[in-house]
């Protein structure tokens, strides 16, 4: 098994940032801090800035969970390896992509979702 400590270490660095950013959105979304507004057209662009918080809310959530199932890959000394085939993951497709579960063939072979 490679020593993958340095991925180990930026995944978990990435994670604190993005939990930290979620957290400043709940923020955010519950309106901590000050009340909605009084004007009708001023709660609709907030209703608006609602809606874009929520898809970075879900988007967050999803990084997390990729993340984690990295951070689990490593610990069970998988991670490198193609889930679909077993072959080896290229190192450069790793470093773009860290959380990347299958090598590029079986990538491009798999249904796009």
């Given at each position: 098994?490679?020593n993958?400590?340095?991925?180990?270490?930026?995944?978990?660095?990435?994670?604190?940032?993005?939990?930290?950013?979620?957290?400043?959105?709940e923020?955010?979304?519950?309106?901590?801090?000050?009340?909605?507004?009084?004007?009708?057209?001023?709660?609709?662009?907030?209703?608006?800035?609602?809606?874009?918080?929520?898809?970075?809310?879900?988007?967050?959530?999803?990084?997390?969970?990729?993340?984690?199932?990295?951070?689990?890959?490593?610990?069970?000394?998988?991670?490198?390896?193609?889930?679909?085939?077993?072959?080896?993951?290229?190192?450069?497709?790793?470093?773009?992509?860290?959380?990347?579960?299958?090598?590029?063939?079986?990538?491009?072979?798999?249904?796009?979702?």
């Amino acid at each position: 098994m490679k020593n993958h400590t340095a991925v180990q270490r930026r995944l978990l660095a990435r994670y604190g940032e993005i939990q930290d950013r979620l957290a400043r959105i709940e923020g955010d979304r519950r309106h901590t801090g000050k009340p909605l507004e009084q004007d009708f057209e001023e709660q609709a662009i907030e209703v608006q800035n609602d809606e874009v918080l929520d898809a970075l809310d879900g988007s967050i959530r999803l990084e997390m969970a990729q993340i984690q199932r990295t951070l689990t890959r490593l610990e069970a000394g998988t991670y490198g390896l193609c889930e679909s085939c077993g072959q080896p993951i290229a190192g450069k497709r790793l470093q773009a992509l860290p959380h990347a579960t299958r090598c590029v063939s079986c990538a491009e072979a798999a249904p796009t979702r």
